[in-house]
Every structure is written in structure tokens, then in C-alpha cells.
């Protein structure tokens, strides 16, 4: 994904199926089985050949679809991604992915659902695109308070080695869905440790949960207490937004 940050070209510039680079084409030279090494050497350098020249292609693509995500041009990225050389040059979960990308770009939330579960239902993914796909859009569904949609997810990242997302979703989903405590004791034990709020970044969401936790309990001091500890704390950080969407 580092592609993602150079200047894209103009749209113009992408391959057709009539102006495929040579690295799709199949061989047409003959080799003789009785050069030895030099086959097994020319053979090694094809392939490095092949794999330079596709990761050049991958990284144009890359570009070209920059230029029409800052267009918002969500047609000409669907009819983009359909292509063959789309399909050849980017695995599966990638074109997938890229496609959710532009819907969360452009907040369609309808598309962003329809993707979501195409990817889910359809593409083989490992743990850590289970993990990017998780992180993604969870926070987005806490917001919608789709409780289904928590649950498919929370289930896709607990078959994961990414144990502290699942920690994490877990927590979010009991407090601010369920109405739950389960991460009462935890939290207060965590926020008690002046060491460790001083120099833990994710302190004012923490602040935040402890704070619904109290009035899930009943506890509405303590509840005001944490969440203006939170609103407070959470001023210039990343958190700023989603406490205060979420408040």
C-alpha cells in the first residue's frame, strides 16, 4: 500500500487488453533440455523479469486508481478494478478492498454494507486482512449500532492471531452495545495507574468506556466524572471525533 501515497498519472495511461505488457504473454521460444545450468539460470531471470515488470504494472494501476478516487469517480474505479489486467496484476482481497476503500470514502453507506459482506461471504482472507477489514468499518457499525454486523465481525477477528483487535471490538461491542460491565474492573485498574495513562495514547477512549460503564451501572457521578475526563483528554488526538460522535 505504499503505491498509495505517490502522485498518480493520468487515467489514460493504463493498459488496455490490446496493449498488455509482455510479461502476460506466454513464452514462444523454444528451450533445449540439454543446456544444463543456463536453463535453469535464463529461467531464474524470466521469472525475476516477469515479477519486476508486473510490480511496475500493479504500481501504475495503483496510481491510476488515486486519480479517480480524487476525482470521486466511483464508476470509472468500478469499470477499473472489473478489468482483466486489474484481475492479473491484483490479488482478489486487494481489488475488493480498494472497492470498500472508495465507498467509505464517499460515505456510501449502502455499498459500504453490500461490500462488506461480498468480501465476508466471497474472498479468502488471512488474519491480517481480517484485521484491515475489521478496523475499517467496525467503528462504523458501533455507530449505526448494527449489533449484526458486530457480531459477523467480531466472530471473523476471534478466528484471527490479532487477539488485542479482538480485545479491543469485544470491549467497544459489551459496553456500547450490550449495556454490559464486563470490562469494569479492567478499565478502573487501568486507569488507576498514573504510568500507565501517562503514556498510553488510547487513555481518553478508555476514559470514555469507563465512563458508559458507570452509567450502564447506574453510577451517574462517576459516569459525568469520566466522560469530561475523556472530553478533556481527548482534544487534539485521534479520538477526539469518535468520543465526541459517540458522547
Do not use: W
Request: hydrophobic residues 30%; aromatic residues 8%; negative net charge.
Amino acid at each position: 500500500m505504499d503505491d498509495f501515497k505517490q502522485h498518480p498519472p493520468n487515467s489514460n495511461q493504463i493498459d488496455t487488453e490490446h496493449h498488455r505488457p509482455d510479461f502476460l504473454y506466454p513464452e514462444t521460444e523454444p528451450i533445449h533440455k540439454d543446456d544444463g545450468d543456463s536453463i535453469h539460470n535464463s529461467e531464474r531471470e524470466l521469472a525475476r523479469k516477469r515479477k519486476q515488470e508486473k510490480a511496475e504494472v500493479r504500481k501504475k494501476f495503483l496510481k491510476i486508481y488515486l486519480t479517480l478516487l480524487q476525482k470521486n469517480d466511483i464508476k470509472a474505479i468500478e469499470d477499473l478494478i472489473a478489468t482483466q489486467l486489474a484481475k492479473i496484476c491484483i490479488p482478489l482481497f486487494n481489488r475488493e478492498y480498494l472497492l470498500l476503500n472508495v465507498y467509505l470514502k464517499v460515505n456510501d453507506n449502502k455499498q459500504i454494507d453490500t461490500q462488506v459482506n461480498n468480501i465476508m461471504d466471497h474472498v479468502p482472507m488471512n488474519s491480517k486482512q481480517k484485521s484491515a477489514l475489521a478496523k475499517s468499518v467496525f467503528y462504523i457499525y458501533v455507530d449505526k449500532k448494527n449489533a449484526s454486523m458486530i457480531d459477523r465481525l467480531l466472530e471473523m477477528v476471534s478466528t484471527t492471531n490479532d487477539h488485542a483487535l479482538y480485545r479491543q471490538m469485544d470491549m467497544v461491542n459489551d459496553t456500547l452495545i450490550s449495556g454490559g460491565i464486563k470490562y469494569y474492573d479492567e478499565l478502573k485498574s487501568d486507569l488507576e495507574d498514573v504510568e500507565y495513562t501517562k503514556n498510553n495514547a488510547d487513555t481518553p477512549y478508555l476514559e470514555f468506556l469507563l465512563s458508559v460503564i458507570y452509567k450502564n451501572m447506574g453510577n451517574e457521578s462517576k459516569s459525568k466524572e469520566y466522560k469530561n475526563r475523556a472530553l478533556e483528554d481527548c482534544k487534539g488526538t485521534v479520538y477526539e471525533s469518535l468520543i465526541k460522535s459517540q458522547n
